[in-house]
């Protein structure tokens, strides 16, 4: 992974970068594409160009050899990757850059990086792949000084039990790093987040990540058997087990911490043989609504899909999914034994609720499956071509839904205003509701685009949370859900997360701002 360096702003390596006349030609087609008017691209300025300010704090001698303060690593780990972040990196604008980047090569060094922190008074962000869309590794703290800890080099996996299925496995390992380990033992962990390429299985645990699982195994939550990780306080481990009745789960409050009460070293995951079968189809319905209710009745079923997303008609036609006006339906099933029976069953219940199959299977399947991946990258060329790109997520009960739904995209439209884009699909499903995402697409206001995003973003967090969904399904909170984040948790279990934190982080240092203040 060190052998290639990441790009100064955006998503991928230095390696993936298109040259700028390529980044015209896309940008200036998307923008056709989705009926918005010619708009110049930017650059992003060269490093040497970008000014920081000095560092406020130097490393010991005994970390010196693991740690930086030089300008690429302090740039390319001062954000995320949510539009607020890419903005500003375009720009060179880096706001709150950490002073050092620790990259430490086992525990023993990430207790030392934490007992300097410590007595240095810094505050200490733990750092997988730095693909947080929610400010949740930015350093934006009240500390004097931050040192960002890189787990990057913690990436092996440490040990494999083939008769419980199990693997240790060290939190800095990136989804194809630790693919590629567990494939030499014939198994694999199957949690794809669309940021699989690049985040790490600490950072997955960190937030509670959703997966390529629509149904079922929808969270990372669903594989951890247990949870180390290191504290100011000492060590947090949990015991290795297939389940437990003894208390508060140590693991599930490690799950969604976001690194305010350890640094996540390595975890027990549980892990499988690659299925056998797979099969899939898509199935096109004449709204969203009639779409969900198929994929209500599916759920309620326990058919248990590994796909069941559903893409609004815009999004679809976006795509090139599924013709205009349509909602498409896409639908995957995978296991051991021949999973044509409850595919059928599943299309069968599409049926019933107005839908039709496609007949030629895989090109819908296919057409939104890459354009699922190449977001990502794609979304680099719309800012730099002026284009506000992001999407927000939520989760509501089934009896709310098709309000819900409405509710929230006729808020976020009226801020927009009339020349923007708003679609959703449902990523994941369960008997008893849904997680809409909803994507945006609008001209950006130039040099007012954090503005105009920010006035978007609290539209809909206001609309979300009037209408009792969650700030977030599988984003996590970082620093830029907190506001609605403190509204949605109930007091008294805010007082005990403080409580828990001055327990194990007596003075604050780890990840200041998000979930609670100290």
């Known amino acids: 992974m060190y052998d290639r360096r990441r790009k100064l702003w955006g998503w991928g390596f230095e390696d993936q970068q298109p040259s700028f006349e390529e980044v015209e030609q896309v940008a ?14 930017e650059r992003p300025p060269p490093l040497e160009d970008i000014e920081l300010p000095p560092p406020r704090i130097d490393p010991p001698r005994s970390l010196a050899e693991i740690c930086s303060s030089g300008p690429y690593e302090r740039i ?22 950490p002073d050092v980047v620790a990259r430490p090569r086992d525990e023993r060094e990430v207790e030392q990086i934490l007992a300097w922190c410590a007595e240095a008074g810094a505050a200490a ?52 790093a630790l693919e590629e380990q567990l494939k030499r033992h014939g198994l694999t962990l ?36 247990s949870v180390r990780a290191l504290t100011p306080s000492g060590v947090w481990e949990s015991r290795r087990l297939p389940g437990s009745g003894a208390g508060p789960s140590p693991d599930r409050l490690l799950i969604g911490s976001e690194g305010i009460l350890g640094v996540i070293t390595e975890a027990w995951a549980r892990v499988q043989e690659a299925p056998r079968f797979k099969e899939s189809a898509a199935v096109l319905f004449d709204s969203f609504a009639a779409g969900a209710e198929a994929v209500r009745a599916i759920c309620q079923t326990r058919l248990f899909p590994t796909n069941c997303r559903l893409l609004d008609p815009g999004e679809a036609a976006l795509t090139g999914a599924a013709p205009g006006g349509k909602a ?38 296919g057409a939104w499956r890459d354009a699922f991946l190449q977001a990502p990258y794609l979304r680099d060329t719309l800012i730099a071509g002026g284009v506000l790109a992001e999407t927000f997520e939520t989760a509501i009960t089934w009896d709310r839904f098709d309000a819900f739904v409405a509710e929230v995209g006729e808020r976020v439209r009226a801020a927009l205003g009339p020349d ?97 203040d100290p």
Request: with cysteine; hydrophobic share 35%; proline share 7%.
């Open 125 to 176: 962000i733990p750092y997988g792949g730095g693909t947080s869309v929610v400010g949740g590794v930015e350093p934006r703290v009240p500390q004097e000084a931050a040192v960002t800890i890189d787990l990057g080099r913690l990436d092996r996996v440490l040990e494999v039990d083939t008769v419980s299925r199990a693997a240790r496995i060290q939190a800095g390992a990136t989804g194809p």
């Open 328 to 365: 498409l339906l896409v639908l995957g099933f995978e296991g051991h034994d021949d999973v044509s029976a409850p595919l059928g069953q599943a299309l069968a219940l599409c049926e019933e609720a107005g839908g039709r199959p496609r007949e030629k299977r895989g090109e819908s399947e």
């Open 420 to 516: 923007a884009r708003l679609t959703v699909r449902i990523t994941h499903a369960y008997p008893d509701g849904a997680a809409p995402y909803f994507t945006v697409l609008a001209p950006a206001r130039r040099g007012a685009e954090l503005e105009q995003w920010d006035e978007v973003k609290a539209a809909a967090s206001d609309a979300i949370e009037a209408a009792g969904g969650t700030i977030t399904h599988h984003h996590a909170v970082g620093r830029d859900h907190r506001p609605w984040y403190d509204r949605q948790r109930p007091d008294p279990f805010a007082e005990a997360l403080r409580a828990a934190k001055a327990s194990v982080d007596p003075q604050g240092i780890l990840n200041p701002g998000v979930l609670v």
């Open 28 to 41: 200036r087609g998307a923008r056709e594409h989705l009926g918005f008017e010619p708009s110049e691209v």
């Open 76 to 97: 390319t780990h001062a954000y995320g990757k949510a539009y607020r972040d890419l903005v500003r990196a375009l720009r060179g604008r880096f706001d709150h850059p």
């Open 190 to 225: 199957r949690h794809y987040p669309q940021s699989f390429e690049y985040s790490t299985l600490g950072g997955w645990i960190a937030t509670r990540a959703g997966g390529h699982f629509a149904t079922l195994h929808t969270h990372i939550d669903d594989f951890v058997e």
